[in-house]
């Protein structure tokens, strides 16, 4: 490893809010890296958990920012990387409380930052724990690719080319992509797509992603909300379609997706992803009523079976 005054200076940024115990553990893994040119950022959203107090008994080289209680991960994200520039920053990790780095990560990171040049964006390999399952370059689920790309081999060593952009787990992303482009959309993104509006802004501006072979992340999966727990209701059904926090939050998604296709592209894309979630949503919510569960599942039988006898 190069000395560390030769280093590029990367600062990583992990928002986080009233998850001690999971940030904790992701500030302790990044402290164990092999690269030591590091300065750890916790963007903390009006924590009522301890966070703070915590944090700085256990970790007093970790910087702390504080927000309002309405940065939501964008607004955090932002706050942390603009921190990151105005000290000097040559790199910022983007990088989730939930998300374990191995020791030789951030090195492996930095290593094929340096081979690709300053135009390059960089993402580690990221793996769920207690299974084979890993993001090694996947398109998004709205993507026309999705239903038929392939995981690539990958190399021992080194790095491949990207075409879909990552999230925000293990990002290596240099200064000068954001003093180029800008920052996250916070105010149309606050959680849910701001990272892959950001990475298709910055691929149209001529970045390329690159995934680093040997740097690994491990995501713990998260605790879904309460919302999802019983979420054909109509009063849930309409969190899931509206709320920034809910992965289904059309919204956002429809502004995402108009930003990034086509006009075309875009109502091929959108419009039937509407159509199933109301579907579903539809199904679901009926098929939890008593009173028309029974013939909702006899008209689904008979329909079955004439599809059946008509070919």
């Known amino acids: 490893m190069e000395n560390k005054q030769t280093e590029p200076r990367v600062f990583a940024v992990m928002p986080t ?5 999971e940030a904790r553990v992701s500030i302790a893994c990044l402290l164990k890296s092999d690269y030591t040119n590091i300065q750890i950022v916790l963007v903390e959203d009006a924590c009522t958990d301890g966070t703070v107090e915590q944090c700085r008994a256990e970790f007093p080289q970790v910087t702390i920012l504080h927000g309002d209680g309405d940065l939501w991960w964008s607004g955090a994200t932002n706050m ?4 990151a520039l105005e000290q000097g920053a040559e790199a910022v990790l983007w990088i989730n409380d939930d998300i374990r780095a191995e020791p030789q990560t951030l090195g492996a990171l930095v290593s094929s930052h340096k081979r690709k040049g300053e135009k390059s964006v960089i993402c580690a ?3 769920l724990p207690g299974g084979d399952r890993e993001w090694r370059g996947d398109p998004p689920p709205w993507h026309p690719d999705h239903g038929t790309w392939e995981s690539p081999e990958l190399p021992a060593e080194g790095e491949f080319e990207l075409l879909h ?14 003093r180029e482009i800008g920052f996250l959309d916070r105010e149309n993104f606050a959680m849910n797509w701001a990272d892959h509006n950001f990475h ?10 690159f995934m680093a072979a040997s740097a690994v992340v491990w995501e713990r999966p998260n605790k ?5 727990e019983n979420i054909f209701t109509l009063k849930n059904a309409w969190w899931f379609l509206t709320n920034r926090r809910s992965y289904g939050n059309l919204r956002a998604l429809r502004r995402h997706l108009k930003r990034c296709l086509p006009p075309d592209e875009y109502r091929r894309v959108f419009y039937p992803i509407l159509r199933r979630h109301l579907l579903w949503l539809s199904y679901g919510w009926l098929t939890r009523k008593p009173l028309l569960h029974k013939p909702i599942r006899q008209t689904k039988k008979v329909m079955v079976r004439r599809g059946a006898e008509s070919r």
């Open 17 to 21: 809010y009233n998850r001690w115990e």
């Open 80 to 83: 942390g990387t603009r921190y």
């Open 125 to 127: 390999r990221i793996r």
């Open 165 to 178: 952009p990552p999230g925000g787990q293990g990002v290596l992303i240099p200064s000068d992509c954001f």
């Open 200 to 209: 298709y802004r910055a691929m149209r501006a001529g970045y390329r992603y």
């Open 224 to 228: 879904k909300p309460p919302q999802e």
